[in-house]
């Protein structure tokens, strides 16, 4: 779902990664399951839809008529039930060096009849492999649309990596479950999460003993596989929805980092801080300032009894509702005066 239970005000939302079609994809089984989906799209607001069966190189793809004949279906039956959506083609291409004379030849469907394609890779594909295919579709005149960012090894490694791919003009899409933080199994058990980025032995031997007090078991999210050996049981690289349901879901959650620590204060959570050992902190200390929650430092690593301080998220809110409207009327301020600049 794209926005959870409450639809958002938009004039239109389009959904441009999809796989809707019936019995011909690993999506939509039958028809009546494509009709629950359509339902369920517009219920989030969704009112445009691009479907994108999977086209591999050497598999049974359906051609572009089977797929525009099957939109007209959908498009019938959704008609029919009085659901209001508009579905147009596409493809989700997995990248073979051939890909673009496919395209040059009709038989790969672009993004509604455009010159914008939906190109994925494999997720353990290098950085460097990835630019330069896409690169070569530019090159062939096409726009490309890199499929669900997340779920590559190179792009989670180094965000900056996905930032080079924006830059060259590349436009990025990423699947809602990974910003909502919805994706993955929900782990039902009660435990105790830690995120660490920098190299202190004293933050995993806390956060073993912190879990061990309280009778929970300690797992640890890192894309560094070297911590395998550290504390608590390691989920290696996780895709970014599920790094964030962990976060969402765990009792407590123990961090030296700072997206960390902004994202325990999003999804309400009852959090520790280990301040980095290497003086890089100020972010986290800033916005544990903010929001009145310098007592989440732990300075004393034999002291367990901060689980007795429970955070009171109705004042953190609160505090950070007002900061966002101070945000959001920075940014009008600024598009205004940009938009009265002459140049």
């Given at each position: ?14 959904d ?17 399951e ?9 219920s ?15 598999h ?5 008529q089977?797929?525009?004949e ?8 959704a ?66 649309v ?26 990025i ?60 049981k ?52 800033s ?47 600024i ?9």
């Open positions: 779902m794209l926005f959870g239970n409450k639809k958002k005000s938009a004039k239109y939302i389009v441009v990664h999809c796989h809707i079609m019936p019995r011909i994809d690993d999506g939509s089984r039958n028809m009546t494509t009709i629950k989906m359509l339902k369920i799209a517009e989030e607001g969704i009112t445009h839809m691009i479907a994108t069966p999977h086209f591999k190189s050497g049974h793809n359906a051609t572009p089977k797929i525009s099957l939109i007209n279906a959908v498009n019938d039956a008609s029919t039930l009085r659901i209001n959506m508009n579905l147009y083609q596409g493809n989700e291409i997995l990248y073979f060096e051939d890909m673009c004379s496919y395209i040059d030849s009709g038989k790969i469907s672009r993004m509604n009849g455009t010159n914008h394609i939906l190109v994925e890779f494999m997720p353990s594909d290098p950085y460097q492999y990835i630019r330069n295919s896409l690169d070569e579709i530019m090159s062939e005149g096409y726009q490309p890199i499929a669900h960012v997340e779920r590559y090894g190179c792009m989670v490694d180094d965000i900056e990596n996905v930032r080079r791919l924006s830059r060259m003009g590349v436009e899409q990423v699947n809602a479950s990974s910003i909502t933080g919805d994706t993955g199994k929900e782990i039902k058990k009660k435990y105790v999460l830690v995120y660490q980025i920098h190299n202190d032995r004293k933050l995993g031997l806390y956060a073993k003993h912190f879990a061990k007090s309280i009778g929970l078991p300690l797992i640890r999210i890192s894309p560094y596989l070297h911590q395998i050996s550290r504390e608590g390691l989920v290696w690289l996780p895709e970014l929805g599920e790094f964030l349901s962990y976060i969402k879901h765990c009792s407590y959650f123990i961090t030296d980092s700072f997206h960390g620590t902004a994202f325990a204060l999003i999804f309400n959570k009852q959090f520790f801080e280990i301040l980095p050992n290497n003086n890089t902190g100020s972010r986290n200390l916005i544990l300032r903010l929001t009145g929650l310098e007592n989440r430092i732990v300075s004393n690593y034999n002291d367990f009894d901060i689980i007795k301080k429970r955070i009171d998220y109705n004042k953190v809110n609160a505090i950070l509702a007002e900061e966002r409207l101070k945000s959001i009327k920075i940014l009008k301020d598009l205004h005066i940009y938009e009265n600049s002459s140049y």
